[in-house]
């Protein structure tokens, strides 16, 4: 068993790579529900040897750095991510701990699904569209205006009363489901890339040196809350966001502000129920205190505000073919079962193999097709030539390790051949 210090480093360097692939290049390795289980597991860890926790956990940081190609674009106030609850009684220990830290009895909550797209922040000075930028690591992100002019629903100057002569509004860049297969339906036919999910869609899209590219692709922005702004704006955070609907900057249809914590339990299974109905992704539902006073109050933690949540969907379960179950043995001789799956299409990734931790399930399904890989023997090295070459040392090894799997040496064969 790993020491803390062990699993903090694994933890940290696992998750350190995969969120390079999600928000630096576009391309996830893991569907979310595994990073967020990871990034959970790391927190507990670090919480319990707080001596461990380096400067430059992933705990501590927000998305990825920003990509040298674009210029780079400090926020006068960090873009923060959202703390999560995987469960109903993680939902009840966040309004516990608001309810605590404000004395009161009853809180009201806006509701708003949570999208799955890139996180942006949107200037207006004097109601003109001066400025654009992605969310990067919080404290700094690209400058990607002249892509952000391109969106069609983002209003270049905006219109009413009372418009605050400095306004920075942040929100959400996605691309409809409809709009995204018709653009991959257009990439197959010229043969170009076709791209894994709408969010990876909308964030190549948006880091697109030729912002004509851009403006061909059917990106869509949806805001969620205001950043820095000058002159007054309503007390509650609904209220704000139905002002900036006035003036022509487009919010969520299924916004919804409830009293207590049930309520949002009642919101949430609702919109799990439409949620595969709806003509965009979400992957959960954000729950916010609504009076902004109440926010101020509450403040923030290193990397998220105290006032809000991000309750999690569960992850997402789909049924494809066993093809095979090859045995796997490390450097230092521990043996994994891989299954070698049909792939299949999961939380926005491709699937085609899983590590299988449990040998007694693998008997009780009778899977015969069992291929033993010796790991680096099979690639041609036999590191000290005990065994006469790579065929024989390949056939030794797996030999020696059967009978720590309970299975016959005629039911196995090594991947190699041997």
Known sequence: MPSPAEEIADLTARLKRWGAAYFEIDTPLVPDADYDAAMMRLRALEADHPELQAPDSPTQRVGGAPLSAFETIAHRMPMLSLDNAFSESDLIEFHRRVVERLSASEITYC???KLDGVAVSIVYESGLLTQA???????SGEDITANV??????PLMLSGDDISPYLEVRGEI?????????????ARLLGQKVFVNPRNAAAGSLRQLDSSVTAKRPLEFTAYSVGVFDGSLPASHDATLRVLAEWGIPISEHMQTVAGIEACEVYYEQMAVKRDALPFDIDGIVFKVNLLEQQERLG???RAPRWAVARKFPAQEVSTRLLGVDFQVGRTGAITPVARLEPVFVAGVTVSNATLHNIDEIERLSVSDRRYCCGAACRGRDPSNRFGGSRRYCERRWRER???????????RCCCGA
């Open 300 to 302: 923030f933690i290193s």
């Open 174 to 186: 996605t691309i409809p489901r409809s709009g995204f297969e018709q653009m991959n339906a257009r």
């Open 111 to 113: 509701c708003e699904p």
């Open 149 to 154: 002019r391109t969106i069609r629903n983002v």
């Open 402 to 412: 059967a009978h720590s799997l309970s299975l016959a040496v005629s039911s196995l």
């Open 133 to 139: 930028a992605t969310r990067g690591d919080g404290v």
